[in-house]
């Protein structure tokens, strides 16, 4: 039917729906009724109170929010008041991240109506819940720790390179105790400090490795992902976090995607042009899951059908195949530990020989 120069179409089975954007403070929210029309908007405190002021007294309605910082305990509270909330991944929606009229109104208008639409094409993310969010965030935060400690060390052993001194090889968790013996007296005041910060973090991060320990407990997949010699307490509780459900992945094959382990493609006509890895979903789980493969494809990795198929890939010993062989056996890691997470079952090292075995006798 026409509405004076506008020509307004009802679509099928599409409902009332709000989008609404957050920033730091506050939030936008816009309402696109059954029709397609703005049929309202406002602003909203961010915070528990604020939230519940606009939307605790609405009908249940789908509600759209892009990630970030905050949605994941707004998503919960939302929820919790009856709605249905979806996650949209603005980097996946070209129409949100690059729009040339970008402000929050407008964007909050776009997840309206495309929520109202078709929520698939917003591309929407799942929040784990809030103990797995804490866990993970115990998690992330050793992971900064590594780093920063990471960094110290290399910062005094160049330093002391640079006046012709060198600290010896050592263990991490040794080296603050070695590098005092060594350490020149040009660069005492200046280096002391260090070290003594890093025997701090040194002790934080053996607190954290016990407090992950004990967080292990509460996911019993853990354990099973742990038979894979190469797969430690990071990983495998790391993999379990990010994951959170196995079932929300229908086949194996598509975890290797969801972590960013997966060729870009670009094909476009007989064109189709080798490209490097999305680095799409989370990055410390693929770090953790490259780091395995280094050691599956290693000197002390163990004999077993994962490591015999990469050292193929790795072929010769170049550099690049190395590289190559490396993401991929990362890649087959992760489909393999949710192979593993699904079936319960226990892991045979040797599995495709043994079949190889039985067929032939």
């Known amino acids: 039917m026409t509405n004076g120069s506008r020509?307004?179409?009802?679509?099928?089975?599409?409902?009332?729906?709000?989008?609404?954007?957050?920033?730091?403070?506050?939030?936008?929210?816009?309402?696109?009724?059954?029709?397609?029309?703005?049929?309202?908007?406002?602003?909203?405190?961010?915070?528990?109170?604020?939230?519940?002021?606009?939307?605790?007294?609405?009908?249940?309605?789908?509600?759209?929010?892009?990630?970030?910082?905050?949605?994941?305990?707004?998503?919960?509270?939302?929820?919790?008041?009856?709605?249905?909330?979806?996650v949209a991944n603005a980097h996946q929606v070209k129409l949100i991240s690059q729009n040339k009229r970008k402000s929050d109104r407008q964007d909050a208008e776009l997840l309206a109506r495309l929520a109202r639409l078709d929520p698939s094409l917003l591309k929407p993310v799942r929040h784990r819940g809030e103990q797995a969010q804490a866990d993970l965030a115990l998690l992330r935060s050793r992971d900064c720790v590594v780093r920063t400690r990471a960094t110290l060390i290399n910062h005094v052993r160049g330093s002391v390179k640079a006046v012709g001194g060198r600290i010896p090889n050592c263990s991490t968790d040794a080296f603050a105790a070695k590098a005092r013996e060594h350490l020149p007296q040009l660069l005492q005041a200046a280096l002391l400090p260090l070290l003594a910060t890093i025997d701090q973090l040194t002790q934080q991060i053996k607190a954290n490795d016990k407090q992950l320990e004990k967080a292990a407990e509460r996911y019993p997949e853990v354990k099973l992902l742990r038979q894979i010699k190469g797969v430690g307490l990071l990983t495998s509780l790391a993999f379990v976090l990010v994951l959170e459900e196995a079932q929300r992945f229908s086949k194996s094959r598509s975890v290797g995607a969801f972590v960013g382990l997966t060729a870009r493609q670009s094909q476009s006509g007989e064109r189709e042009p080798q490209m490097h890895i999305t680095k799409a979903g989370d990055e410390l789980l693929r770090r953790l899951l490259v780091q395995s493969a280094h050691y599956i494809l290693g000197p002390f990795g163990p004999d077993c059908d994962l490591r015999r198929w990469g050292k193929k890939l790795a072929g010769d010993g170049n550099k690049i195949r190395k590289r190559k062989a490396v993401i991929a056996v990362a890649r087959k890691l992760a489909v393999l530990l949710h192979c593993l997470w699904v079936d319960g079952c226990v892991y045979e090292p040797l599995r495709a020989e043994a079949a190889a075995e039985g067929a032939a006798a």
Not at 13 to 32: C, F, Q, W
Not at 75 to 84: D, I, K, N, Q, V
Request: aromatic fraction near 4%; avoid cysteine.
């Open 7 to 86: 020509l307004v179409i009802e679509v099928q089975g599409a409902g009332e729906a709000i989008g609404l954007d957050l920033s730091d403070k506050g939030g936008t929210y816009v309402v696109v009724d059954a029709m397609g029309q703005v049929s309202g908007e406002g602003k909203v405190t961010l915070t528990q109170t604020g939230l519940r002021k606009v939307f605790g007294s609405r009908k249940p309605t789908r509600i759209a929010i892009e990630v970030g910082t905050h949605s994941p305990w707004v998503s919960r509270l939302l929820a919790e008041l009856g709605h249905e909330v979806i």
